[in-house]
């Protein structure tokens, strides 16, 4: 029997990882795409790594990069993909603002060059094609909450290289019948959350402040607002939009709200810090009560020159043409993450502790 093949652009990223496992346990020959990087960038998918040396794989990763469509015609000629799924993305919004063109050439010309790729080698009746849509369409809302008729009104260089790649999209479907979606989905996270994002910068930081390995974790925008849910939720969404009789776009939420502030303060909670907040603006912060020491502090390095204030989905349409619903609350999402960053931490102090250096000691 021949195993159904899955392309995944982006594997070594947060969904990456956790699609490529959903995959392989569905039964899929799963592809990935890995860039060069002068370090291993494969922590996230080691444990489902398969040695090239071994002869029957299902698993099997290829160099390549969305900037260059020669790298990517070869990979898909050769795999002859059931299903790609584009994650591969430059997915830091602020970053965007200091690597536009960049952002622009991987995010919105990379979603091109893969569809071209389908097109150039005939598999238009083929391949289906899952695009990476984002929340950060809305941008400056015109509606709440946000659903999939909701106008866009992109923030930020990705949000408006995204923008392209959504319209890429739906304009290839209509005019050559792939079966192509996006999945604008709103932000989701996991112990496998990039350092950088806000999220895992608050669950890391405050674990690595209780510690004893960090001072104070400096923050920007507190009063942001996002849908947030799980990363492990998501990712099933994103296979079930590729199996229905047509392609269709769907918003992906939870449909709940919370602050940057409310992340943190819930983090808080959850390692017993207590916690007395002052000031607001660049002036907010949170001391802890028992030792008079500053843990949460504003550096306005962290505003973006032209901010998403607030992001709150409905998803009615997934729940309602896909029988989707989210499975994880933000309650247990928050909880998730913070043992996860609490344990790495009491872990690296440990290693400290016996005169050794451990491997990931950077402050985000
Ligand atoms: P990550 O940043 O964790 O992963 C991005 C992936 O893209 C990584 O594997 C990265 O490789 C790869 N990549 C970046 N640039 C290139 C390039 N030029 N060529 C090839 N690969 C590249 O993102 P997430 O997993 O969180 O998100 C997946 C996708 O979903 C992204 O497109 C993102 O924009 C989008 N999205 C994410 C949301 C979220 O909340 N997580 C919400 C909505 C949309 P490397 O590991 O080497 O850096
Ligand atoms: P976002 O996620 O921009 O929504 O994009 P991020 O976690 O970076 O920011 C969320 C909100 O928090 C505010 N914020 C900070 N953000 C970061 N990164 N660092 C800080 O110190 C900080 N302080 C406050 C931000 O200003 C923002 O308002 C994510 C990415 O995964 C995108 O790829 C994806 O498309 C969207 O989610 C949906």
New binding site residues.
């Given amino acids: 029997m021949t195993l159904k093949k899955a392309l995944i652009t982006g594997v070594t990223g947060q969904d990456g990882a956790y699609l490529a496992e959903f995959l392989l346990k569905k039964g899929y020959e799963v592809h990935g795409i890995k860039r060069r990087t002068s370090l291993f960038n494969t922590a996230r998918i080691d444990h489902i790594y398969e040695d090239p040396h071994q002869q029957h794989r299902n698993f099997i990763l290829h160099y390549g990069d969305m900037t260059d469509s020669s790298s990517l015609i070869h990979i898909v000629q050769k795999v002859q993909p059931d299903e790609i799924y584009n994650l591969a993305?430059q997915?830091?919004?602020?970053v965007s603002f200091e690597e536009p063109e960049y952002t622009a050439n991987s995010d919105a010309l990379g979603v091109l060059r893969l569809l071209e790729a389908i097109r150039i080698l005939g598999l238009e009746k083929k391949t289906k094609f899952y695009q990476?849509s984002?929340?950060?369409l809305y941008g400056l809302v015109q509606e709440i909450p946000q659903k999939e008729t909701t106008p866009f009104y992109p923030r930020?260089p990705?949000?408006v290289a995204?923008m392209y790649g959504y319209w890429i999209v739906v304009n290839y479907r209509e005019a050559y019948g792939i079966y192509a979606c996006n999945g604008i989905?709103?932000?989701?996270?996991s112990p496998m959350?990039?350092e950088?994002?806000?999220?895992?910068?608050i669950t890391r930081g405050m674990a690595r402040i209780k510690a004893g390995l960090q001072d104070t974790l400096?923050?920007?925008?507190?009063d942001?607002?996002?849908d947030w849910g799980h990363a492990r939720d998501y990712i099933e969404m994103q296979w079930l939009m590729l199996q229905q009789k047509k392609p269709q776009d769907f918003v992906i939420a939870t449909g709940v709200q919370y602050s940057?502030r409310d992340f943190v303060k819930r983090c808080a909670e959850l390692l017993e810090m207590d916690l007395e907040w002052s000031g607001n603006g660049v002036d907010e912060k949170a001391v802890d009560k028992a030792t008079g020491k500053t843990i949460v502090a504003?550096?306005p390095r962290?505003?973006?020159p032209t901010?998403?204030?607030t992001?709150l989905g409905d998803p009615s349409k997934a729940k309602r043409e896909l029988g989707w619903e989210p499975r994880t609350t933000f309650d247990e999402l928050v909880r998730e993450m913070i043992e996860a960053d609490y344990s790495a931490a009491k872990r690296d102090a440990l290693v400290i502790e016996h005169g050794y250096k451990p491997f990931n000691v950077r402050e985000?």
């Fill in positions: 993305a997915s830091h919004v602020a990476a984002t929340s950060e930020s990705y949000a995204k989905l709103f932000n989701h996270e959350r990039g950088t994002f806000v999220t895992r910068k400096f923050l920007g925008n507190m942001a607002k996002r940057v504003v550096d962290y505003f973006r901010e998403v204030e992001l985000t």
